[in-house]
């Protein structure tokens, strides 16, 4: 698994940026893996955005919570059945993340990581050493800034799942390629 998964949400682009060109760029700054939210998309307009993103060379595409032929795996979330295939799963407690393991998941975000303006007033920051000796790569989500990531990765983090500092920014390939330097 790669240190850096960057989790969509168009809605958060500035003004003119379109996502797939957005994610395009991000891949040449470095990015390896996008996790699609969008689920706010009729099926067949996030099935065809799923597709354009896994056309995309050198980039794994993760369906959230939404299996898509297209794509290369899936992000359950924290309640939603186990599946067939590669998958992993939204956490929120070190818990969640023995549960994900024993169930066959391939990774695990575990939130919220630092406060985060994507959830205002959403729960507190997990208590230090909550990344400590997890049974599978988990990454740390919720509030991360390339200033953050380092320190989730010294924290015991696997990596780092972005969404905000990423989408938000005038440049989001800078600030991707600003976190894999930072990630290694």
């Given at each position: 698994?790669?240190?850096?998964?960057?989790?969509?949400?168009?809605?958060?682009?500035?003004?003119g940026r379109a996502?797939v060109?957005?994610?395009?760029?991000?891949v040449r700054a470095?990015l390896r893996a996008?996790?699609v939210r969008?689920?706010?998309?009729?099926?067949?307009?996030r099935?065809?955005?799923?597709?354009?993103?896994?056309a995309?060379?050198?980039l794994?595409?993760i369906?959230s919570r939404v299996?898509d032929?297209a794509a290369?795996?899936l992000?359950l979330?924290?309640?939603?059945?186990?599946?067939?295939g590669w998958?992993?799963?939204?956490?929120?407690?070190?818990?969640?993340?023995?549960?994900?393991?024993?169930?066959g998941?391939a990774?695990?975000t575990l939130?919220?990581y630092?406060?985060?303006?994507s959830k205002?007033g959403?729960g507190?920051p997990?208590?230090?050493?909550?990344y400590d000796d997890l049974?599978?790569?988990?990454?740390a989500?919720?509030?991360?800034?390339?200033?953050?990531?380092?320190?989730a990765?010294?924290a015991?983090?696997?990596?780092?799942?972005v969404?905000g500092?990423?989408?938000?920014?005038?440049?989001?390939a800078?600030?991707v390629?600003?976190?894999?330097?930072?990630l290694g």
């Amino acid at each position: 698994m790669p240190r850096l998964l960057l989790l969509t949400d168009r809605s958060q682009l500035r003004l003119g940026r379109a996502l797939v060109r957005t994610v395009e760029e991000c891949v040449r700054a470095g990015l390896r893996a996008v996790v699609v939210r969008e689920h706010d998309l009729v099926p067949a307009s996030r099935a065809a955005l799923v597709a354009d993103l896994a056309a995309i060379d050198g980039l794994t595409v993760i369906s959230s919570r939404v299996p898509d032929p297209a794509a290369h795996g899936l992000h359950l979330a924290a309640d939603q059945p186990v599946c067939d295939g590669w998958f992993g799963r939204s956490c929120h407690s070190v818990a969640d993340v023995r549960r994900a393991a024993a169930t066959g998941a391939a990774w695990a975000t575990l939130s919220p990581y630092a406060p985060t303006p994507s959830k205002p007033g959403y729960g507190p920051p997990l208590p230090p050493g909550a990344y400590d000796d997890l049974p599978l790569p988990t990454y740390a989500l919720g509030g991360i800034t390339p200033g953050r990531a380092a320190a989730a990765r010294e924290a015991g983090a696997h990596g780092v799942a972005v969404m905000g500092a990423v989408m938000r920014a005038e440049e989001p390939a800078a600030v991707v390629a600003d976190l894999v330097e930072v990630l290694g």
